[in-house]
């Protein structure tokens, strides 16, 4: 069973651009959620998608935006790029069973603002 | 608001020994906690979780327990290997939802 895919694994963008990441999860499971993680901030919960609905937000700037499509692949995209973007991003992909709960990540996608 | 709570940054234990590592969290609508293991510029592996109604799961070397009167769950490790060497964050969710909300990470070394 393939795990959690995220492309690209690396990425690196002048200010002021944009960026597009994706994110398949495992096969099955319909929720993705995105996290960001940087030095000093930690891991940070981004969004959370369950079959093509965002559920939840996190405290991101509207230009942090995603979506998820029919297949459950997800992307998120991020507009205007600023250096503190740089970050690794995260996805996970979760399922929920019998009262026990998996969550898996990607390896995450290294975006590099310069 | 930090609802979920890692004290200690770092922590090292001897190879063969148990490691214990504590997370705490404000929320009593927190459902769900689950721990992982991480390398740098990796994402983050599952190792185990335990869902609010119990105290206790097992897995291999690894066992959580959660005492939710005091807010509390611990990771152990018996017995502790060198390769268990990482960071490791506890997370919490609530039902119905899949937003995970992180501690600051232990840094576990684990000595030969």
């Known amino acids: 069973k393939a795990g959690v895919t995220q492309t690209p694994r690396y990425l690196i963008k002048t200010r002021g651009q944009q960026v597009t990441l994706s994110c398949s999860p495992i096969s099955g499971h319909r929720s993705v959620s995105w996290y960001q993680q940087t030095p000093g901030q930690g891991l940070q919960f981004l969004f959370e998608?369950?079959?093509?609905?965002?559920?939840n937000k996190g405290n991101f700037p509207g230009r942090f935006s995603g979506r998820q499509f029919s297949n459950s692949r997800s992307e998120m995209n991020v507009s205007t790029l600023e250096l503190g973007d740089s970050a690794l991003y995260l996805c996970?992909?979760?399922?929920?069973?019998?009262?026990?709960?998996?969550?898996?990540f990607g390896q995450g996608t290294r975006l590099t603002v310069v | 608001d930090q609802q979920v709570k890692q004290n200690s940054p770092s922590l090292s234990v001897q190879e063969g020994r148990i490691s214990i590592l504590n997370c705490d969290y404000t929320?009593?609508?927190?459902?769900?906690f689950l721990w992982y293991k991480k390398y740098p510029a990796e994402g983050p592996t599952f190792l185990i979780s335990?869902?609010?109604?119990?105290d206790k799961n097992e897995d291999g070397r690894f066992t959580v327990f959660l005492n939710k009167s005091a807010k509390h769950l611990s990771l152990h490790i018996v017995p502790s290997q060198p390769g268990d060497s990482a960071v490791y964050f506890c997370a919490a969710s609530r039902s119905g939802t899949y937003k995970y909300i992180f501690g600051t990470g232990t840094r576990l070394k684990v000595l030969a």
């Open positions: 929320n009593s609508m927190f459902d769900y």
């Open positions: 335990i869902s609010s109604i119990k």
């Open positions: 998608y369950f079959s093509e609905t965002q559920r």
């Open positions: 996970a992909s979760s399922l929920v069973w019998d009262s026990q709960i998996e969550a898996f």
